[in-house]
C-alpha cells in the first residue's frame, strides 16, 4: 500500500516539474528552431534570352543563303554571301596598288646616285677652291661659278629625293588603307552569325534584292534560358540574387537547376508579388520555351 502511494506521489511530481518546464519564459516559440520553406515560383515560364535579327549591311541580290527553318548555326559561321564580284575585282585593283607602292617606297636608287652625284659636285668644287687659294687664278672666276652651280644642283637633286621618298612612303600607307577599305567591304557582303543558335525564320531568299537594314533570317539561342515568375513580396529579399532554384517539368520528365538573377523592385499592390527572372543552362537542348515548369527557390537562413 504505501509502495502504491509513494509511486503516485512521484507521477504527480514529476507532471508538475513538466507543467512547469514547458510554461516557463525560457523556453518560448523563438528559441524553436524553424525551419524555411523553399520559394514557389507561380506561373513560371520557359524564354528566350536573346533572339537576334541579322540585317544586311549593304545593298545588293542575295547570291548564297545556307539557312533554313531550323538550322543550328554557330557564332562566326558564314552562312550566306550578297553578291560580291564587282566588290572582289575592286579588293585585287587595291591589292596590286599597294603592292607596287610597297616596291617604290622600297626603290632607293634615285637617292643613293644623287648622294655620290652630290659627293663628286663638291669634291670637285673644294678642290677647285682649294688650288685658287694655292695659286691665284687657276681655275677662272666663270670655271668656279659653274662648279658651285653643280654642287648646289646636287644638293637640291638630293633633297629632292629625300622627298620623294617621304611622298612614296605616304603613297604606300594609302594603298595600305584603301586595300584594308576593300577588305572590310568585302566582308560585309558576307553573312556571319553574330551567335549560337536556332534559325527560327527566313525572311529572304537566294536571288532577292535587300537593302542596308533588311532582315534576311532570325536566330533565337536556346544554349541558356530564362524563367520568368513571380513570387511573394515578403517571402525574397535581395539577399537571395544568385540563390539555386529546383525546376521540374512534368512532360517530358526533366529535373535541372536554375540560378536566380533578377528581382524587380516593384510589388503589385494587389497581391504583393514581384516578378523574378532565373537563368537555366540548356545545352543539351532539352527544354523549350513556352513550357511552364515548377520552379522553388532555396530558402537562405
Not at 514529476?14 to 516557463?24: E, G, Q
Not at 520568368?228 to 539577399?239: K, S
Not at 514581384?274 to 537563368?279: C, K, T
Request: with cysteine.
Amino acid at each position: 500500500m504505501r509502495n502504491n502511494q509513494f509511486s503516485l506521489f512521484l507521477l504527480a511530481h514529476s507532471s508538475i516539474y513538466c507543467l512547469a518546464v514547458l510554461a516557463s519564459p525560457c523556453w518560448s516559440q523563438s528559441d524553436i528552431p524553424s525551419i524555411k520553406k523553399p520559394i514557389v515560383v507561380e506561373n513560371a515560364i520557359l524564354k528566350t534570352i536573346e533572339s537576334t535579327s541579322l540585317a544586311s549591311q549593304v545593298s545588293g541580290m542575295v547570291h548564297v543563303l545556307d539557312v533554313h527553318e531550323g538550322s543550328k548555326i554557330k557564332k562566326g559561321q558564314e552562312v550566306g554571301r550578297i553578291r560580291d564580284i564587282a566588290v572582289r575585282l575592286q579588293m585585287d585593283k587595291a591589292k596590286l596598288s599597294f603592292d607596287l607602292a610597297q616596291k617604290k617606297q622600297a626603290n632607293d636608287i634615285d637617292q643613293k646616285l644623287a648622294a655620290k652625284n652630290r659627293a663628286v659636285a663638291e669634291n670637285e668644287f673644294t678642290r677647285a677652291m682649294e688650288a685658287n687659294l694655292k695659286v691665284s687664278n687657276v681655275y677662272p672666276i666663270n670655271e668656279i661659278d659653274r662648279l658651285r652651280l653643280l654642287f648646289d644642283r646636287a644638293n637640291l637633286e638630293l633633297e629632292r629625293t629625300v622627298y620623294q621618298k617621304s611622298v612614296t612612303e605616304m603613297e604606300s600607307a594609302l594603298a595600305a588603307l584603301e586595300y584594308k577599305q576593300s577588305q572590310e567591304l568585302l566582308l560585309r557582303h558576307q553573312i556571319i552569325s553574330p551567335c549560337n543558335g536556332v534559325v527560327t525564320s527566313v525572311e529572304k531568299r537566294i536571288g532577292e534584292w535587300v537593302d542596308p537594314g533588311s532582315i534576311l533570317f532570325t536566330i533565337v539561342q536556346i544554349e541558356r534560358l530564362r524563367i520568368e515568375g513571380f513570387v511573394n513580396a515578403l517571402d525574397i529579399t535581395p539577399q537571395h540574387i544568385g540563390t539555386k532554384a529546383k525546376v521540374r517539368i512534368q512532360n517530358p520528365p526533366i529535373e535541372s537547376e536554375a540560378e536566380l538573377v533578377f528581382i524587380h523592385p516593384d510589388a503589385n499592390p494587389v497581391n504583393l508579388q514581384v516578378r523574378v527572372f532565373l537563368e537555366i543552362d540548356n545545352r543539351e537542348g532539352l527544354l523549350r520555351p513556352g513550357l511552364r515548369p515548377t520552379v522553388t527557390i532555396d530558402n537562405v537562413p
